[in-house]
């Protein structure tokens, strides 16, 4: 069993519910790289349990505040607990998709694993969710109740570098053809949606859970609309607005790949004809529509991270005004915006103003309406405002 010993502010941050503890505040440490280890106060007293990282800056990663070592039973009851939020949810349908894990916020840090129909995905970000990263994965297969025929690891992230880890994309079970088809169950007033997804192509673990309840927030403002989806991705905010009755639907997006992905999960449900696909840069396109006098009653702006360090978020300021000025200026009166961000590093003010400011330069007015960020399956820590990163801001201008 091997222990650290926190500095006084290591230690008062860790009493104050932050549970990251950085390499400068512990002034003593007998561990192997990942161990599971005894967290001491300056005075010797427990403090809790935590993961250790021998490389990265965050050299803590508080597992829990107990005097008992956590063991397979403590595991297993967070896997369990973990599901049975997502079953409540209603995402364990046969052929659906969720987050079952989400790193910090479910208890597992370092640790995403997403579920897509009857295959796993799992991201590990840490020396510690590397070397726990079996026991953690049976647990969870324990406490489902759906058929799993292939996991795939995929810890390709470039942060991996922060713990001098190497990249890492293998199959532990069921290596199998792509694309996989998953099936949104219906909920509510919002219908069915089936899409493809790459497991081991495809962004994040192959698809971008997190936008899945903001895209049907979108659709409700489709109905009789032209619709732009600038980074439309594999396109489902189109798809969505055009199962919701949009006029018309126009994909913006680099990738041709993602694009013709967009166009195959359109015509999987049914709404073909309602959507088009241009290859374009969206920051420079958006600004040439606005110029020829395009107008849109829709507009949807969900780009990729403009900051990953604190070092970029001036930079991304300025992207996010230029972004949401662009797509303002296509709005026609009364329109909405729907803007998003996932950069974790620029907060919602500094978001919101950054669109405040980019409606005003129009001579606009920006009224949000609805704010929101991932959706229920990727939990927020309370006491980790890292583990908040997806801002969703829903505007009338």
Not at 24 to 41: I, Q, S, Y
Request: with cysteine.
């Amino acid at each position: 069993m091997g222990h650290a010993v926190l500095s006084g502010r290591g230690r008062k941050r860790l009493l104050s519910g932050h549970p990251w503890i950085y390499a400068d505040d512990v002034t003593a440490v007998e561990a192997e790289a990942g161990a599971l280890v005894a967290v001491r106060a300056p005075d010797e007293s427990h403090l809790g349990w935590a993961l250790f990282s021998s490389k990265s800056r965050i050299a803590l990663r508080l597992v829990t505040r107990a005097e008992e070592e956590p063991q397979r039973a403590f595991w297993r009851l967070r896997a369990q607990r973990a599901v049975a939020h997502r079953r409540a949810l209603g995402l364990l349908a046969p052929r659906d998709a969720c987050r079952l894990l989400s790193g910090d916020a479910d208890g597992f840090p370092g640790l995403v694993l997403d579920r897509y129909a009857d295959a796993l995905v799992l991201q590990s970000g840490c020396q510690g969710s590397d070397a726990f990263r079996d026991l953690w994965l049976e647990c969870v297969l324990e406490a489902l109740d759906v058929p799993v025929t292939s996991i795939l690891d995929r810890s390709d992230s470039s942060t991996r570098t922060h713990e001098e880890l190497e990249q890492r994309v293998e199959w532990l079970r069921g290596e199998r053809s792509e694309p996989l088809e998953v099936q949104e169950a219906a909920r509510h007033d919002v219908p069915a949606l089936s899409y493809e997804v790459s497991l081991t192509e495809g962004h994040k673990t192959g698809h971008y859970l997190d936008q899945r309840e903001n895209r049907a927030r979108a659709a409700r403002f489709a109905r009789g609309a032209r619709v732009l989806d600038a980074f439309s991705y594999d396109g489902l905010f189109a798809v969505r607005a055009a199962l919701a009755g949009a006029k018309d639907v126009l994909c913006i997006d680099q990738s041709q790949e993602a694009l013709e992905r967009a166009l195959r999960n359109a015509e999987r449900n049914g709404v073909a004809g309602k959507l088009r696909i241009e290859k374009k840069n969206a920051m420079h396109d958006l600004r040439e529509r606005a110029a020829r006098g395009e107008r849109y009653e829709l507009v949807i702006v969900d780009p990729p991270a403009f900051a990953r360090s604190r070092r970029e978020v001036e930079g991304a300021l300025r992207g996010y005004h230029e972004l949401n000025r662009r797509a303002i200026a296509l709005l026609e009166p009364e329109g909405v915006l729907v803007s998003a961000s996932c950069s974790h590093n620029v907060g919602r003010d500094i978001f919101l103003n950054a669109i405040a400011d980019a409606a005003l330069e129009e001579g606009r007015a920006a009224r949000v309406f609805d704010y929101t960020g991932a959706g229920p399956d990727h939990p927020v820590l309370a006491n980790l405002p890292e583990s908040e990163y997806l801002k969703c801001a829903f505007v009338r201008v």
